[in-house]
């Protein structure tokens, strides 16, 4: 990281100092390099049995003119949820008041590159629009993720920054993202990311940012 004068780095805390040196692109000064080591800015891209202490699975909802629910998952989820699955619909007026609801038999609408649309029949009659959220009983599945924090985005793609085999290089990896996971703060990664990979877990914003300098500046050098 470099800077016109003293002043804390956002990724270590170091202070920058002016330099004529410039670092080819992909990579930061090795001082900051190994703060970020000493402070753990570094996870590893794991498979877990999810959910570990999530029993629901949630998604927001609404009543349509016909009296059906429509309910928008994640593409991901599709897989755990079988023909009449039942669950409950809860309106967001009030949410204690809960109602069976179970899957319609029409075919899934994509609703956006990474969800789908599924419809449900209520127990009760509902006014067209009233929203809420349908819960159905979630299902243990394997799943990529990472921390939600290593996750990066871009007008056109959301990316992760992956650590290279020499621990001072990084690639900017364009990924296809699922379901969030709260209070761990974990994200699903649903393809452009293998397990075990290291990841920039913290920081990754400045880094990126440092990154992104580094580019520009060699590449105007190399103009000249």
Request: charged content about 25%.
């Amino acid at each position: 990281m470099r800077a016109d004068a003293k002043a804390p780095c956002p990724i270590c805390r170091m202070a920058l100092e002016p330099s004529a040196a410039r670092e080819a692109p992909g990579h930061i000064d090795p001082r900051a390099l190994e703060n970020l080591r000493r402070h753990d800015a570094f996870d590893v891209a794991q498979i877990h049995d999810l959910p570990s202490n999530v029993p629901e699975l949630r998604a927001p909802a609404w009543v349509e003119d016909d009296g059906l629910v429509s309910a928008i998952f994640y593409n991901e989820q599709l897989e755990s949820l079988g023909a009449g699955e039942k669950g409950t619909f809860a309106p967001t007026a009030d949410p204690k008041s809960r109602m069976t609801v179970q899957r319609a038999l029409d075919a899934p609408i994509p609703w956006d590159k990474s969800s789908t649309r599924l419809r449900f029949h209520l127990t009760r009659t509902l006014v067209p629009g009233v929203v809420g959220w349908v819960a159905l009983a979630r299902k243990p599945q394997k799943r990529l993720t990472v921390p939600t924090s290593a996750i990066l985005h871009a007008p056109d793609a959301s990316y992760v920054l992956v650590v290279g085999s020499d621990g001072s290089t990084f690639e900017k990896r364009p990924v296809e993202l699922g379901e969030t996971f709260r209070p761990s703060d974990t994200t699903v990664v649903l393809s452009g990311l293998y397990a075990e990979e290291r990841v920039v877990a913290r920081a990754a914003f400045f880094l990126d940012t440092e990154l992104r300098s580094s580019e520009r500046t060699a590449k105007q050098e190399a103009a000249r």
